[in-house]
Structure formats: structure tokens, C-alpha cells
């Protein structure tokens, strides 16, 4: 052990008035870090799920992102295009090198320019997944990995999200529960980024403004990934 | 035998006895409206939140045993200020946690302890008061009567039984006016910026009079006000709910005019 | 960084005085205080979500030693390293170390008030590196050399006139025709200058909102993306946090971040909140190469168990600040050092002395709305009361107030004293200010009556006229 590291343990047990805990309280330290409990959960986004992606697209739409309801992924690449004329964007993507992405039928819109991988300075529009979504404050949750490089989510000034209907949750517990069933309990990727809007600031005089150094659009293309039965309801 | 009229204890407070004693009249008046036989300990001079304040702690406890004491065997102690009231309430148990038997009787005291207005609504359940003020009213609550013991609706309700008044609220009715105690004299400026910021929207109501449950914040912005002119009256709301309004208001001439209201 | 806050009075006066840092602070009052009421009128769970992170954060605390243990294993098991920093030289030390090993020229900065604390960037730029603050605020005060005068919101202190005069002075290579009077230009410019900085950068440096024990993960919270682009380009991200920013898992910390970005600015979330573990993995296409961890205690285990350690919960929101009239009244400038407002008051004699800090807790008017707004529950005004009461048994207080007292006490101890005493004060009062109704100076009282008539009293004291007119009911026999 470092003696710097002595030193502040020690000064923390002095104030502390004890010694390193007791076997006993060890354990159950441990048993909390094992197992742990959710703690007080608001209602707002105990809901049944067709409402929690009304919640999440509400919520979306009041933080200045865009969101847009497709039926079937078929219909992103047609939807991305249309989306960047409209913004009067130039028609060229960065693509996290995922196949879900890469076998969208990109056909549909053969005027966009893909490329793949990590962000570069001058890319303007970045297209990602989603590992999860929480309704609660319309927020999207990235997990890094080879198929998610960070800088797409924070160079381009545009960023457009693939998300699945299936990967929207109610809080921000149950995203980690996902998590931690896909990598293992105590596993964490390098960074999971909760991104809940564009960029801001309000650093000059208080005024809100977007697109600091982060994204200024987020749009978010929700597809609907639901079984046909459920849709209904 | 306990129960038909209580017998309340009047915690006078160090400002009313010396400044202004007619809210101590008053005050008295709406207890026994309320049902009540009032005295009066002499034994009683100050709460001690100034010795508190100024990091004085053995002054304090010694304030606070001479009240414990004085105040014993009172149904309730009723204070015209949301400030001692809080400090008998809230800070005196916790100033003898190494004395247990005394302890007891700080949280006794605290518990028979109440600001006037909140005594009379929550407690005894006055819905109104009888009282010929006119004029149109503006409420400066207090900080510590507000955020120390959630008094904000009670003087309200008392004063909108009263066909005469007319209540307009400030902007920023909740935000400090800069008393605080020594800190409107140690910090003089910074009160008087705060004071000032207060008395602007104290104007900008519309009312003729200002009322507040604390004589400390009364003095203040009175003081502030009259330095810039303003003809506004300030009173302490025991005046005006028990319809005592006859001698001038805080800071006023005793010859002036304008003040012939009730 | 250097302290002046034991010329807070003189601070003070210059910031009443500052007729455009006043316009500025009007924003604060708007800007905060509105923000955060809508929000906690939307969330029904917020103040019980605040009794529950006070609870998380008291557990933390009363186990900060193994939290702090199991942290550690954390980072080292995901590939990151950590130092443990008795104090802000040691942590000064190890930053300089690591950047000198790499080989490092460019820093790039997130927002980082522990930073500003240990005064980092001064000795980086000693050091010979080229030290860049992204957070716009941050940029801004660091082109005018000056300290933050708010703990999330750097510039507050600042107009927007007062930012284009500084980047038309800074930024030489644009062009002088350009338009930069509205915000948003401003914004753009600051984008735009800070983008090539943050991709030539070596290092980069955050500090840490929360650090989770379970997962060994650093948590910043930001809207801008700056912190983000600083941890994730460069080769090395050190991230500077001190021993209380430890959570025990991520349920905990969800809680608590449900009531951070509401308290603090308004928002339901900030946006972006970032858990980061460790350096990249083999297979990841971007991150740093190297992650450290630099665990800083200056002062912290000392405030543990003892009448300050509530001040340990603080999750450095700035709703206190955002509240308090004192506040808004001077800015935080005046308070002198790294920390201003309430929590400032509580904090600031705590790491630099209260002989040198002993202005700020004196300069409250315990209003408590600091108190009544804080989202993990502590008792601003009862710790800075502490402070008084530690500045009296060490005579601290100015002796002509320390005489004061207790010559009002000796009477106000001797009720028959007091009363005689008083009595003739409100007669001799009374009597002086009867026509006029108030005075306009007073001996002994500029301090009132330089900025306010002092009412006269009415003349007698109420104990004598009860007595007089309420004659043999005044004395409280018990039955």
C-alpha cells in the first residue's frame, strides 16, 4: 500500500473514531455492493410501454432533439435522407461500424455518401445505435465498444440515433439492469454516455443557447421493433 | 383544571418591550379573543439569538435556562415573532445535550411554544378577527417564522377576514430583507443593497401599509423606506388584526396626518 | 489559488459598487431560481428523492474508508491506475508527473473546481504546458485571468458585451468586421477556436461529480460536450476528484443525479452524464490510452465525524449560491476564493482557515433559504454558526463586538437590571425622537443609520405598562 494511501485512510479512521470495519460490517458492505436494491423510483415513468415511447418521444421533442416514428428499420436510410435535405445538410454520413446499421437497405437513398468508423474533425453527420433509452427524461443511453465508438456521439454537429422501440425502459435502474445482464455483474464498458439533448450552454448571460461543443441536432429515427400485436394497443 | 381557557405565558420579545409595546397589546388582545388568560413573567428579557448568533453559546444556554424557567407552568408561551418562537422551539433543545434534565424542559418549553398568528389559526382555530382596519396591505414574510416554522398562510387568513383590507402581494414576498440580526450593522452595505432590493418591491405593490410578524424585519425596512421618502406604514400585523392602530406607525411622527385609520 | 476572502468587506464594497457586474448577477435570480422550482413542481418524489440522497451519502461517509478501498480495486482491475493525494501539492506532483512522461505539450481542461483549489493550471503552465479550459465559461475567465465566481456557471459574473470585448482581443485571427453582439455568435467563435485544442490536446484533465465503488467508474455531468471530447481524444485522461465524491453503486448514484441537474440549473438531466471505467480496450476504436485516477484528501478526512461533516453530502449543485441574497448582492468574487455562497461560507474555513476565512460565515443573515433548497439536506446555516461559535472561543471577533456583547448580556442576564436599564434607554429614546417619529443618526449606530432611519421607540417599555395597567396578573406562579 502507497504511504499516501496509509496516510489518508489512517486520517479518515482517526476522524472516523475506529479501525478498519469490523468483519461483521464488511460483510454486509458487501452484501449491499452485491446486491444492489433500487432506491425510491418516481412514478412518472411506471407506465405500460406503448406510453413510456410516448413519454420518451414528449421528452425528446421538449429537450430541441428531433424524433421521428418509423414502422420498420427498412425505412431509416429514405428518412435520413429526407431529414438532411430538410436541414439543408450535406448528404454524407459517419457510420458506427455496426451490421445492424450496415445492412439497413442503404439503396433506398443512393445519393448519401457512408463512411464508417470513428468520428473524423470534419464530419458533419454522425449515425449510431443506442444501447437503451429512458423515458423518464428522454434520455439515450451509448455503451462504447468496437461497435460504438465515443466520438460519434460528440464531434459531428449533427448525430442521428437508431433506436428500437424494444431498447426504451422506464428509469434509469432498469437501463442498468440490462446493462449489467449483457456484460456481467461489476463490468462496465470504457464510457457509457447518457445523453439527453443537443449540447448547450448557458454560460453567456444565462441565455440557453445549442450546440456548444457537443452536437447541435440530435435526431432520433424510433423504430418500431414491437411484435404486430402489441403495436396495436 | 386545565383545559377551558388556557393560560398562556406572553413571550413579549426583547424589541416589542423596548421598541414598540403596543404589538405586545395587541398581541395580548387577540389571545384573549382567543379564549386565553394572558400573562406576563417579568423574569423574561431576551431569547438570546444574539448571544446564539455571535457563536456565544454560554450566554445562550444561560438566556435560554432563564426563559425555560420563567416560562414554566404555562399551558403555551406565545411569541409576536417568528424568530424567538423558532429559537425557543427549534434551537433550544439542542443547546444542552449534556445536561438531560434540563434538555427535558427545553423540549417541554418547545412544545408549548408558538408564533402569535400560527397560534391562533392552527391552534385555537380562529378563522377571523374583528378589527375596523382599512387599507390596502402588502406581507413581508419572515425568514425564520417561514422556514423555520411554516408560517406564511396563518397571517394571511386572519387578514383576509377583515372587510377592510385589501392584501397585495410583492414580488419576492419570501426573500430576506437584509436584518439578519448584527449582520444589517456588520455588513451594512450588503444589507442595505438587500434592503434596498426589498423596499423597491415593497413600493411597486401598491400598498399603504406593510406588515410583518417580526419587529426586527419591521425596524429594518421601515428605517429604509423612510429614508427614501416613502409614505408607505409599516405596522406589525398584531396591530392591525386586533384592530389597534391608533398610535403611529413604526417610524412615524406622532402628529403625522396621513395615519387616521381605524 | 490565493485567497482574499479575508477582505471580504472591501471585495464586497467594489461589487456593489460594479455597476456591470450588478446587471449581470440579475440574470442569476431568473436564470436558477425559476428553472428550479418548475422542475421540482414536475418530479412529486423530489423532496423525499433529497431525504433518500442524504441517506446514501451519510452511509458513503460513515464507510468512506472501504468505499474508497473497493473503488480502487475497481479502476485497477478495468486497466486505470490511482494516486492517492494527501494533498493539493501531492496532487500537483503526480499531474506533472504523468505529463511529463508522456511526453505532454497541449492539456485540455473539463470544468473542474478541485482544480481551481490545488491551483493546477498555474503550475502546469510553470511547468511549461499549454493549458486550455474548454467549458465556455471556464475559456472566457481564463482569456481574462480571472477565477470562477460561481461553482457550475463560471462567467455569471459577466456580460455579453464584456465577452466580445475579450475575443475580439484574444482572437487575432479572425476577422475584426466579424458580428459577435448576439450569444449565439459568441457560442459559435468558441466552438470554433476550441475544436483544433481538443484534438491536438495529450492530456486531458476532468474532475469527477460522483465515483462509484461497485464499477470503479468516474461520472462527469455537463451540457456542453467539452468534458467529453477532453476525456475521450486525447492519449491520457486524469480525472481530479476528492475522497467524498464516492458513491457506493449505480442505483445510488441514480438517485442522487435526479436531483443534481433539477437543483442545479433546472434541467431533468444534464446533457451529457458520462460513466467512465477505466482506459480504452483492445477492442475499442477511440478513448485514451491511459486512465488515472487522483484520489485528493486536503482537508477532506479531517472534516469527517466531526461538526462539518454534513458539508462532506455537498454534490457542488450551486442551488445554495443561486438562492442566497448575500449572493446575489455581491457575486462570488467577493467571498475570495475557489468556493463562494453558502456552501463557500462552510467550506472555505474548512480547507484555508477560518482565521483567514472568518468573514464568510459571519455574512449571512441565516435566512436559510440555502438550507430550504439544498437537494442533500444540509444545514448551511447551523455550520456556519459553528464557525461563530469557534471564531468566539478563540476571540476572533473584533473586540469592540465581543465587547458589546457582553455588556448586553451581563444585563440581559438580570431581568431586574435589564428592565431598569431599558426602561430609561426607551424613555431617553422616546423622548429625543418623539416629534420627528425616527432619527437619522444615532451614536453607537452608524452602521444602521447610515443607510436607514432608526424608528423611536414609543417610550415606556411594555413590562412597565403591563404592569401598570394590568396591575397583580404578572407574575408566572405555577398552579
Redesign the interface.
Known amino acids: 500500500m502507497s504511504s499516501a494511501k496509509q496516510q489518508i485512510l489512517a486520517s479518515l479512521r482517526r476522524s472516523l473514531r475506529r479501525s478498519a470495519p469490523s468483519a461483521e460490517i464488511r460483510a454486509e458492505l458487501e452484501q449491499r455492493l452485491a446486491a444492489p436494491c433500487a432506491n425510491l423510483i418516481p412514478q412518472r415513468a411506471q407506465l405500460p410501454h406503448a406510453e413510456q415511447l410516448e413519454l420518451m418521444e414528449a421528452m425528446l421533442r421538449e429537450l430541441k432533439a428531433t424524433v421521428v416514428r418509423l414502422a420498420d428499420e427498412a425505412a431509416v436510410p429514405q428518412a435520413i435522407a429526407d431529414y438532411l435535405k430538410n436541414e439543408n445538410l450535406p448528404p454524407k454520413l459517419r457510420l458506427a461500424p455496426r451490421d445492424d446499421l450496415r445492412r439497413l437497405p442503404w439503396d433506398r437513398a443512393p445519393l448519401l455518401e457512408i463512411e464508417e468508423g470513428i468520428a473524423e474533425a470534419a464530419d458533419a453527420t454522425s449515425l449510431t445505435g443506442a444501447f437503451a433509452a429512458i423515458a423518464e427524461t428522454g434520455t439515450l443511453m451509448m455503451v462504447s465498444g468496437p461497435e460504438a465508438p465515443v466520438t460519434l456521439n460528440f464531434l459531428p454537429e449533427n448525430h442521428i440515433v437508431v433506436l428500437r422501440a424494444s431498447q426504451v425502459t422506464g428509469t434509469y435502474e432498469e437501463a442498468w439492469q440490462r446493462l449489467r445482464a449483457q456484460l456481467g455483474k461489476d463490468v462496465m464498458p470504457r464510457a457509457v454516455n447518457m445523453i439527453t439533448g443537443p449540447s448547450r450552454t448557458g454560460d453567456i448571460e444565462q441565455t440557453i443557447l445549442l450546440g456548444a461543443h457537443g452536437p447541435r441536432r440530435l435526431h432520433v429515427l424510433l423504430v418500431d421493433d414491437r411484435p404486430h400485436g402489441e403495436r396495436l394497443g | 383544571m386545565a383545559g377551558e381557557r388556557p393560560r398562556v405565558g406572553l413571550f413579549v420579545t426583547c424589541l416589542v418591550d423596548m421598541m414598540r409595546p403596543s404589538v405586545g397589546f395587541a398581541a395580548a388582545k387577540l389571545l384573549e379573543d382567543a379564549g386565553c388568560t394572558v400573562e406576563v413573567p417579568q423574569a423574561q428579557t431576551c431569547c438570546g439569538q444574539p448571544a446564539y448568533n455571535s457563536g456565544d453559546r454560554a450566554d445562550t444556554r444561560a438566556l435560554a435556562e432563564q426563559t425555560i424557567r420563567a416560562f414554566e407552568g404555562f399551558d403555551y408561551v406565545v411569541a409576536p415573532s417568528g424568530s424567538c418562537a423558532a429559537m425557543i422551539k427549534e434551537h433550544y433543545p439542542t443547546l444542552f445535550d449534556a445536561d438531560p434534565a434540563l434538555k427535558a424542559k427545553a423540549d417541554d418549553l418547545a412544545g408549548r411554544t408558538w408564533e402569535l398568528t400560527s397560534f391562533l389559526t392552527d391552534l385555537r382555530g380562529m378563522t377571523a378577527v374583528e378589527s375596523a382596519f382599512t387599507g390596502k396591505v402588502t406581507y413581508h414574510d419572515s425568514c425564520s417564522g417561514l422556514r423555520e416554522l411554516g408560517v406564511q398562510a396563518q397571517p394571511r387568513r386572519l387578514l383576509a377576514s377583515i372587510p377592510g383590507v385589501e392584501l397585495t402581494e410583492m414580488v419576492e414576498h419570501e426573500v430576506c430583507c437584509g436584518f439578519g440580526g448584527t449582520f444589517c450593522v456588520k455588513y451594512a452595505e450588503i444589507s442595505n443593497k438587500i434592503v434596498t432590493a426589498k423596499t423597491d418591491f415593497i413600493l411597486a405593490s401598491g400598498a399603504d401599509t406593510l406588515l410583518a410578524g417580526d419587529l426586527g424585519c419591521l425596524m429594518n425596512m421601515a428605517g429604509k423606506l423612510q429614508r427614501r421618502g416613502a409614505a408607505i406604514q409599516v405596522r406589525h400585523v398584531a396591530e392591525v388584526l386586533a384592530g389597534m392602530t391608533d398610535q403611529p406607525a413604526i417610524g412615524e411622527a406622532a402628529d403625522n396626518p396621513a395615519r387616521r385609520r381605524a | 489559488m490565493e485567497s482574499t476572502s479575508h477582505a471580504f468587506?472591501d471585495n464586497?464594497?467594489a461589487a456593489?459598487a460594479n455597476q456591470t457586474l450588478q446587471k449581470?448577477m440579475k440574470?442569476?435570480k431568473?436564470?436558477?431560481i425559476d428553472k428550479r422550482a418548475k422542475a421540482r413542481a414536475r418530479?412529486?418524489?423530489f423532496d423525499?428523492?433529497r431525504d433518500?440522497a442524504r441517506d446514501?451519502k451519510n452511509h458513503t461517509l460513515?464507510?468512506?474508508?472501504?468505499?474508497?478501498?473497493?473503488y480502487?480495486e475497481?479502476v485497477i482491475a478495468?486497466g486505470g491506475q490511482v494516486?492517492?493525494?494527501?494533498t493539493g501539492e501531492?496532487a500537483v506532483k503526480t499531474v506533472l508527473d504523468i505529463c511529463r512522461r508522456v511526453d505532454a505539450r497541449v492539456v485540455t481542461k473539463g470544468k473542474s473546481m478541485i482544480s481551481e483549489e490545488i491551483a493546477l493550471n498555474q503550475a502546469m503552465e510553470a511547468a511549461g504546458l499549454d493549458v486550455v479550459e474548454?467549458?465556455?465559461?471556464e475559456y472566457?475567465i481564463q482569456l481574462r485571468k480571472e477565477p470562477p465566481s460561481h461553482i457550475i456557471?463560471?462567467?455569471?459574473h459577466l456580460?455579453?458585451e464584456q465577452?466580445e470585448a475579450d475575443f475580439r482581443h484574444h482572437h487575432r485571427e479572425l476577422p475584426s468586421e466579424r458580428s459577435l453582439s448576439q450569444?449565439?455568435q459568441?457560442?459559435?467563435e468558441?466552438?470554433q477556436m476550441?475544436?483544433r485544442r481538443?484534438?491536438e490536446a495529450d492530456v486531458g484533465i476532468t474532475g469527477a461529480n460522483f465515483l462509484v465503488?461497485?464499477?470503479?467508474?468516474s461520472i462527469i455531468v455537463t451540457?456542453?460536450?467539452?468534458g467529453?471530447?477532453t476525456q475521450?481524444?486525447p492519449r491520457v485522461h486524469i480525472v481530479v476528484a476528492s475522497?467524498e465524491k464516492v458513491v457506493?453503486?449505480?442505483?445510488?448514484v441514480?438517485?442522487i443525479?435526479?436531483v443534481l441537474a433539477r437543483s442545479a440549473?433546472g434541467?431533468?438531466?444534464?446533457?451529457?452524464?458520462?460513466?467512465?471505467?477505466?482506459?480504452?480496450?483492445p477492442?475499442?476504436?477511440?478513448?485514451p490510452e491511459e486512465y488515472h485516477v487522483i484520489?485528493l484528501?486536503n482537508g477532506r478526512?479531517?472534516?469527517?465525524?466531526?461538526e462539518f461533516q454534513d458539508m462532506l453530502r455537498c454534490i457542488r449543485c450551486g442551488a445554495c449560491m443561486n438562492h442566497c441574497?448575500?449572493y446575489h448582492?455581491?457575486g462570488g468574487h467577493a467571498y475570495g476564493w475557489v468556493y463562494p455562497g453558502p456552501m463557500g461560507a462552510v467550506l472555505t474555513p474548512n480547507l484555508i482557515g477560518v482565521d483567514e476565512a472568518g468573514h464568510l460565515p459571519?455574512?449571512?443573515?441565516?435566512?436559510?433559504?440555502c438550507?430550504?433548497v439544498c437537494p442533500m439536506r444540509i444545514p448551511l446555516p447551523k455550520m456556519m454558526?459553528h464557525?461563530?461559535?469557534?471564531?468566539?472561543?478563540r476571540h476572533l471577533?473584533p473586540p469592540a463586538?465581543r465587547a458589546g456583547?457582553a455588556v448586553?448580556?451581563f444585563?440581559?442576564?438580570r431581568?431586574k437590571l435589564?428592565?431598569f436599564a431599558?426602561g430609561l434607554?426607551?424613555r431617553l429614546l422616546g423622548r429625543l425622537g418623539?416629534?420627528?417619529?425616527?432619527f437619522?443618526a444615532l451614536p453607537f449606530?452608524r452602521?444602521?443609520t447610515?443607510?436607514?432611519?432608526?424608528?423611536?421607540?414609543?417610550g415606556?417599555?411594555?413590562?412597565q405598562?403591563?404592569?401598570e395597567?394590568?396591575g397583580g396578573?404578572?407574575?408566572?406562579?405555577?398552579?
Open positions: 468587506k464586497a464594497r456593489l449581470a440574470h442569476v431568473t436564470g436558477f418530479l412529486p418524489e423525499d428523492l433518500v446514501i460513515a464507510n468512506l474508508d472501504f468505499y474508497l478501498e473497493r480502487e475497481k478495468s494516486h492517492w493525494a494527501p501531492d474548454t467549458d465556455l465559461g472566457i456557471a463560471p462567467a455569471v456580460t455579453k465577452v450569444p449565439e459568441l457560442v459559435a468558441a466552438r476550441l475544436r481538443f484534438l465503488a461497485e464499477t470503479g467508474t451540457n456542453e460536450g467539452n467529453d471530447l475521450t481524444l475522497l457506493p453503486n449505480l442505483e445510488d441514480s438517485t443525479l435526479r440549473t434541467q431533468e438531466f444534464s446533457s451529457y452524464t458520462t460513466f467512465s471505467t477505466g482506459p480504452r480496450r477492442e475499442d476504436l477511440d478513448g484520489l484528501d478526512s479531517n472534516m469527517l465525524g466531526g441574497p448575500v448582492a455581491v459571519n455574512a449571512s443573515t441565516f435566512c436559510g433559504r438550507e430550504a454558526r464557525w461563530r461559535e469557534r471564531e468566539f472561543e471577533s463586538v456583547l448586553w448580556a444585563f440581559a442576564r431581568p435589564y428592565h431599558t434607554q426607551a418623539r416629534a420627528a417619529g425616527r437619522d449606530a452602521g444602521w447610515q443607510h436607514r432611519d432608526f424608528p423611536a421607540p414609543e415606556r417599555t411594555f413590562q405598562l403591563w404592569a395597567r394590568r396578573r404578572q407574575n408566572g406562579k405555577p398552579r
